[in-house]
């Protein structure tokens, strides 16, 4: 069991023991409650057979007593599902380290196969670099953590979330914390939608006549209802009429206060569980430049960020009641609740409507930080590269983070004198998983990420792959036109800027001479560009290419051997051309021929 494991495994015991002291609690608080609802019928029974006063001061005391209960029942639920999440998060990080299962989810929804890199490398869908990543709960942390593994960042940006990260993966405590909050905040697209949308409509105040009204007509239905009861002044008609003469006022914005509710469900509960991550946020000290400028957003003029999402839970809280008509008619009907109500919606929104995606957003951005936070922390042997200026790039034992540890091959290589490599090898020799590696590592590097090396050094660079290509039957393209359309993609992002290209067994849909041909041309053109990267071939006749460009261009191979009769793969990079073949012998091997 590695490092990581091993804190894994001591946090689930902690909280596993925590778990069941709540239970223990809870069951006693539930018990207490239980004897306590028996007191309150008791004693009223008592008390409306006797009138007697001690009687209707044990009710009272039982039912206060009951209400504190409820209050303590609920914060114990409250603090049983956290500490649930809490269990979750641990067993599945244990699980993921011992290659058990990958419980987390995979991010097949942001899959683009026109994307430069995502799609050819394996970023997206099951197995892939975002599921490996991904410890997000939230619909917007996911949509962050999906745009910063397509987004390069400028090197300063770099450098700032390379020290988030590092200070991220050793709070693991505190990661773990806003984790849980977001698990059991089971928010949504549709919800995040539904509250964007709500920020844009109508803010106008409230009018003086209505506010006027929503203070005035409570104030005479119950002084009038009050006088009525003690003195018995006949006036029932009149108490009958004022409290129509609400629900009237009520009816009248009855419109206007459905508008204001979102439709999903639970939307109070979703923002309570928002104003507790940001509540930690707010609550917490950070060293790094990146930290403090996120936690920043969330100052404002006067209360914190925190403080404003839960004042708005509440009153979503409250105005959801209207959707209960019992509820709802005597609540307006005594004292117009959700007029009031509908004037602090819109106070509310007047004043923040602009800020609560930003603050929203901050809790997506801080959410995608901790979840490279917990890859770094899981993976102690990754390193953050030193970040360059002169297109650049070196890595000592590069390895695909995908690849387990146990099976992990890695290679040292450099594009510095030259800095374009022409690539050989047999089938399953291992090209392609090299060329992924440097491509994955290239995009991490590329976000302040730590990768899958000893040691590095990088120029950031936008990264262009072209590996995976199909052909598109509703478009009524083959797959040799769907790959000239890619090279040409790749080589206009290289006509603009230094870019990191990849290329897989290119033009694979022409004959030989046409696919040679073409294949070197390509090289020639890429290395005028001055892109950096590397080609993988068969086509052994391309390597020659690099004597004509000794200085930009150099061979690279994998080697195959045949050992006791079966081929063997040592999956090592090697100078020079590969020598070896593997086809004819595994066919023979396989009796295909």
Not at 444 to 453: E, S
Not at 536 to 550: F, G, M, Q, S
Request: net charge neutral; aromatic share 10%; glycine share 4%.
């Amino acid at each position: 069991m590695n490092f990581s494991a091993e804190q894994y495994t001591t946090f689930l015991e902690e909280h596993n023991k925590n778990y069941s002291k709540i239970n223990s609690k809870t069951n006693l608080v539930s018990a207490a409650r239980l004897v306590l609802a028996f007191l309150v019928i008791l004693f009223g029974y008592f008390f409306f057979k006797n009138f007697s006063a001690v009687y209707a001061a044990l009710t009272l005391v039982s039912i206060l007593g009951f209400a504190i209960l409820l209050k303590i029942h609920g914060r114990l639920a409250f603090q049983r599902k956290i500490t649930k999440a809490q269990i979750e998060i641990n067993k599945n990080e244990i699980s993921f380290l011992n290659e058990e299962s990958l419980p987390f989810e995979n991010g097949a929804n942001h899959m683009n196969p026109g994307h430069a890199y995502s799609f050819d490398l394996d970023f997206f869908g099951h197995k892939s670099i975002f599921h490996i990543l991904n410890r997000t709960a939230t619909h917007i942390g996911s949509v962050f953590l999906a745009k910063n593994l397509q987004t390069l960042l400028a090197k300063e940006e770099i450098v700032q979330n390379q020290e988030a990260i590092q200070e991220l993966a050793t709070n693991q405590v505190w990661r773990h914390e806003i984790y849980a909050l977001a698990k059991i905040t089971e928010d949504s697209e549709q919800t995040y939608r539904e509250l964007k949308a709500w920020t844009k409509t109508d803010k106008r105040l409230q009018s003086k006549l209505l506010h006027v009204i929503s203070f005035l007509f409570p104030a005479l239905f119950l002084g009038l209802f009050s006088y009525n009861l003690f003195f018995d002044a006949g006036l029932g008609n009149w108490v009958i009429a004022l409290f129509l003469l609400n629900l009237s006022v009520l009816g009248n914005q009855l419109k206007t206060i459905k508008k204001e509710l979102i439709g999903s469900r639970k939307v109070d509960e979703i923002l309570k569980n928002y104003s507790l991550i940001l509540q930690k946020i707010e609550n917490k000290e950070f060293n790094s430049i990146k930290l403090n400028e996120l936690k920043n957003q969330l100052k404002g003029e006067q209360e914190k960020a925190s403080f404003e999402i839960q004042k708005l839970s509440n009153l979503f809280g409250q105005l959801e009641n209207i959707l209960n008509p019992v509820g709802a008619i005597f609540l307006n009907g005594f004292f117009l609740s959700h007029i009031h109500t509908l004037r602090g919606f819109r106070k509310w929104k007047n004043s923040h409507a602009e800020k609560i995606i930003v603050w929203i957003d901050v809790i997506g951005e801080f959410e995608a930080m901790n979840s490279v936070a917990n890859f770094s922390f899981n993976n102690p042997d990754f390193t953050f590269p030193s970040i360059n200026s002169n297109y650049e790039i070196r890595f000592e034992n590069l390895g695909h983070p995908l690849l387990s540890a146990k099976k992990r091959v890695t290679s040292s290589v450099e594009f510095t004198e030259q800095k374009f490599i022409i690539l050989t090898g047999s089938n399953m020799s291992g090209k392609s998983t090299f060329l992924r590696s440097l491509g994955v590592n290239m995009v991490l590097a590329g976000i302040g990420a730590p990768i899958c090396a000893s040691k590095a050094s990088v120029h950031p660079i936008p990264v262009y792959v072209s590996m995976r290509i199909s052909d598109s039957l509703s478009d009524s393209e083959s797959l040799f036109f769907a790959e000239v359309k890619r090279l040409k993609e790749v080589m206009n992002a290289a006509e603009k800027e230094i870019s990191f290209v990849l290329l897989d067994e290119i033009l694979r849909g022409t004959n030989s001479d046409d696919k040679r041909t073409g294949t070197v041309e390509v090289i020639k053109k890429i290395i005028a560009k001055q892109a950096i990267g590397a080609i993988a071939t068969h086509d052994l006749k391309v390597c020659e290419t690099t004597a004509e460009y000794p200085n930009q261009l150099t061979n690279k191979c994998f080697e195959v051997e045949i050992v006791q009769d079966e081929l063997y793969f040592d999956y090592t990079l090697r100078d020079g051309v590969c020598k070896n073949k593997s086809a004819t012998f595994l066919m023979q091997k396989m009796g295909v021929i």
